[in-house]
């Protein structure tokens, strides 16, 4: 079992920054492929960005996103984060992080989701 915890949610201004951390319970952290998604009102969930566990780390982001959000994760402190900057309008959502076994496609185990607003 997997239990992941986000923070670093807010209300912010566009072009500001903000930074995302999901902290994951657990011994094998490493062995995990972390992503982090988000739903905004009335939307379906999207897939944001992902990162590998260990060894060669891969990192895959939407198009959206690319150039302004950037994912990594620290195995010693079981923490993946998520640099948000040029924040839009747009970015607006629910962000979940979740974890999926590597090699596997499906994520099991998901967060609460933290909340960030980007006024105008």
């Known amino acids: 079992q997997v239990q992941l915890v986000e923070s670093g949610g807010g209300l912010v201004q566009a072009g500001d920054s903000l930074r995302l951390s999901c902290a994951a319970s657990g011994r094998t952290f490493s062995s995990y492929t972390m992503g982090w998604f988000r739903q905004a009102p009335g939307k379906e969930r999207e897939f944001v960005a992902r990162i590998t566990g260990s060894g060669v780390i891969v990192r895959y982001y939407t198009d959206s996103v690319k150039g302004r959000f950037t994912i990594s994760r620290d195995n010693a402190k079981n923490t993946v984060y998520l640099q948000m900057n040029s924040l839009k309008p747009e970015d607006t959502a629910v962000y979940y992080c979740?974890?999926?076994?590597?090699?596997?496609?499906?994520?099991?185990?998901w967060g609460q989701g933290t909340q960030v607003t980007v006024s105008s």
């Open positions: 979740a974890a999926r076994r590597s090699g596997t496609t499906d994520y099991n185990y």
